[in-house]
């Protein structure tokens, strides 16, 4: 049997396709890829009008299990996932225990087996419970499958450390990714330093914790001739930091997150907890310096950062509340909505930031369309409207930078491994 | 001009009709207190709380002097006292109140955008009595009285606010209240308690307390919460008195009629000296004084608004 997508426009910037083309799916793989193929076959969905691509593969997701199934679970973060057009995830290591040895990994791989209804890949902590200490077995770690090291939510402060992890990183073909924050220049902060900060009579956190910290990370990556992959990246000073370590050849690529090209400081000023983010949600003239990085392309990745929060840890005083915002179910539809209908990228080099970057980046074997790979596919309807409501979410959390907001770009089908995981 | 907020929560948000209404408003309510019978029934029946979660004496005493006049019920909640020490969070304590069917919360907490959060939560009154470092409103309008009382119009005048301005609400509300009504305003501070950007907010900056107080009509000295001190940004007291303590020196200095605010608790030879404080360029103890009409006038308006709200008509 096998199914088939008929009449999409497909964009696979992989294989440079842009064109409306008919995808032919087979024992979950891609088995063809043509114009009005003809296949022997019942399954038939019709892509009239839609917009065919592969799955988005969002390289930095909290899925909060283990120790935090209050928040979300590998089950219900991938269900938000498909409903947002993810079809692989890589999951960040800061739970409860932190992903930091064997036993760990191990623990988070028959959880992922048993209930994840997405790809669900791993990074493991740099450091022992991630406090900055004492190095993981990186080598033994790599040997359980996963895919990057981060100590993300925290930087690794003691450069002498994160210059010997770069070194193993490399030996062992893993990515280091930086959560690039000097503490001691943001402590305390909960907003954007500047006149945001000051009406609010709230602490700022400085652009410099961020862009100190990416200069610092991406010397160590370069003394260490190793790859460095900076997370969301939120500032003018840091797209220029990594398009100036790009020109001089270090191999550093960056991320950053619809929140960051979407929204401004000023969202913050009624106190909605949801507008806190780590780092914070910058002035215009950096969010127009994000967009540019991405559209010249210094920005590699967008991730959602998708970070869910219980309502008890956000209806809260502002400088109590945690940070960070769920981004799964939004993140096609901001970057459509801000990024392709104001034409600050096209609609190949959008999807090539969703899917085969970051893929690359991972070495993984997704992102694409090509014929044999795994046929994670999402048929969107690039037009259609919705509005963010809380109860239109399936992650468990609620706590949501969009709500409330219209979007445009609706996900009808998520195909997962060949199978359809998701249908509007 | 009609007002029509349930709450006061900050001036950022007023226009200025807004907040030439609650000082007229607190003119008219001035006499009451001038009267062998200090009491008038507007706000009979109605149930006002003062929730306090930062010890303060002379605000909650204030309001609560404000309420009873206009004939409300008080109820005082401090945080020794109330269920706040076993956990409870601010919306809850504020549903709780809610739901004993009063009509006015008070609320005075450390953290900014508190009362900001409490009013979204609740639909009876919110009014801020001081949130972080965001905003005092009730003490900017009572400095807005005061100075409006001397000089008629504040449009034109220049006020110097002089001291931790960083940390201070009662600095934010002013600059929003003076600017809208036409003052302009000056902030006079050592570098590290001043916040960035506050020119965005339409103020002078300056670090020399002389060149603060060469065209000042008036003076509002902050009080140094040395206590708040982090980071080691305050300067030893001996060191601030001399840089920038207002004595009579720099007041001889000044304009012959400029008018001395403080909004209380002094630290005598710290900001201020004693000469000062109790000279007759003082206006402190009349600032206590209008503090009391400009709080019966907020509890008086957004009473009023809530009873239009709820379709009570006289």
Redesign the interface.
């Known amino acids: 049997m096998g199914t088939l997508i008929k009449n999409g426009h497909i964009i696979d910037p992989a294989n440079k396709i842009d064109d409306i083309q008919d995808i032919f799916i087979e024992k979950s793989r891609i088995a063809r890829v043509a114009k009005n193929l003809k296949v022997e076959t019942d399954d038939i969905i019709d892509a009239t009008g839609k917009l065919v691509m592969p799955g988005i593969v969002d390289m930095h997701v909290h899925l909060r299990e283990p120790g935090r199934e209050d928040k979300e679970t590998v089950l219900t973060g991938t269900s938000a996932a498909l409903k947002g057009g993810v079809t692989s995830c890589l999951a960040m290591p800061n739970t409860q225990p932190a992903v930091d040895c064997v036993e760990n990994v191990r623990l988070l791989v028959s959880i992922i087996k048993k209930t994840a209804k997405a790809n669900v890949f791993i990074a493991a902590a740099i450091t022992k419970g991630r406090q900055g200490q004492e190095l993981t077995d990186i080598a033994r770690l790599k040997q359980e499958g996963i895919l990057a090291i981060t100590d993300d939510g925290s930087s690794v402060d003691c450069d002498e450390l994160l210059l010997e992890a770069l070194k193993i990183a490399k030996e062992n073909q893993l990515l280091v990714i930086c959560h690039s924050e000097d503490r001691m220049l943001s402590r305390g902060g909960v907003v954007n330093?500047?006149?945001v900060?000051?009406?609010?009579?709230?602490r700022?956190i400085s652009k410099e914790s961020e862009y100190k910290r990416i200069q610092r990370d991406i010397q160590l990556a370069k003394m260490a001739s190793a790859r460095v992959h900076i997370a969301h990246i939120s500032c003018s000073e840091s797209v220029e930091i990594i398009a100036e370590a790009k020109k001089d050849g270090v191999a550093v690529t960056a991320e950053t997150s619809p929140h960051y090209f979407a929204l401004t400081e000023e969202q913050a000023l009624?106190?909605d907890t949801n507008m806190k983010v780590n780092p914070p949600l910058r002035s215009k003239g950096d969010v127009e310096a994000i967009k540019q990085g991405l559209n010249s392309g210094i920005i590699d990745v967008i991730a959602s950062d998708h970070a869910p929060h219980t309502e008890?840890e956000k209806?809260?005083?502002?400088?109590?509340a945690a940070f960070g915002t769920i981004c799964l179910e939004t993140e096609l539809a901001v970057s459509i909505t801000e990024l392709v209908k104001t034409g600050v990228l096209g609609w190949p080099d959008l999807v090539r930031k969703l899917t085969i970057n970051p893929a690359s980046i991972l070495g993984l074997k997704k992102g694409d369309l090509s014929i044999g790979s795994d046929a994670d596919i999402i048929i969107v309807n690039p037009n259609q409207e919705w509005a963010v409501s809380k109860d239109s979410f399936l992650s468990k959390s609620k706590n949501c930078a969009f709500l409330g907001r219209k979007l445009n770009g609706l996900v009808e089908y998520t195909i997962c491994n060949g199978t359809i995981a998701y249908k509007k | 001009m009609v007002w029509t907020r349930k709450d006061l929560l900050g001036l950022e948000e007023l226009t200025k009709e807004e907040i030439e209404l609650i000082i007229a408003t607190a003119e008219s309510f001035k006499d009451v207190s001038r009267r062998a019978i200090k009491k008038v029934p507007a706000l009979r029946g109605k149930t006002a709380v003062n929730l306090f979660y930062e010890p303060s004496t002379r605000t909650r005493v204030s309001f609560e002097i404000a309420a009873k006049r206009l004939s409300a019920d008080v109820i005082n909640i401090m945080t020794e006292t109330s269920s706040v020490k076993k956990g409870e969070t601010l919306i809850d304590t504020g549903a709780n109140i809610q739901a004993l069917k009063t009509d006015i919360i008070i609320v005075r907490h450390n953290c900014s955008g508190a009362a900001v959060m409490l009013a979204r939560h609740v639909d009876i009154s919110v009014v801020n009595a001081g949130d972080g470092w965001h905003e005092h409103p009730t003490q900017a309008l009572l400095d807005i009285l005061t100075l409006k009382e001397r000089f008629g119009s504040l449009s034109g005048l220049n006020v110097a606010i002089v001291g931790d301005i960083a940390h201070s609400r009662v600095a934010r509300s002013n600059i929003w209240g003076l600017t809208k009504l036409g003052a302009r305003v000056t902030v006079c501070a050592p570098e590290l308690l001043i916040p960035v950007a506050i020119e965005q907010m339409g103020v002078h900056v300056t670090h020399d307390i002389d060149d603060a107080l060469k065209d000042a009509d008036a003076v509002n000295v902050l009080r140094m919460q040395f206590e708040r001190d982090e980071k080691g940004a305050f300067p030893s007291h001996i060191e601030y008195f001399k840089n920038f303590g207002i004595t009579t020196d720099r007041i001889k200095k000044a304009k012959k009629n400029i008018i001395v605010m403080h909004p209380g608790p002094l630290n005598r030879g710290v900001e201020i000296s004693s000469e000062v404080a109790d000279g007759d360029n003082s206006v402190i103890l009349q600032q206590v004084t209008n503090g009391i009409a400009v709080r019966m006038a907020v509890l008086f308006l957004v009473s009023q608004a809530q009873d239009k709200r709820n379709g009570y008509t006289d």
């Open positions: 330093q500047g006149i900060a000051t009406r609010m009579g709230l700022g009624g106190y008890n209806d809260i005083e502002f400088e109590h």
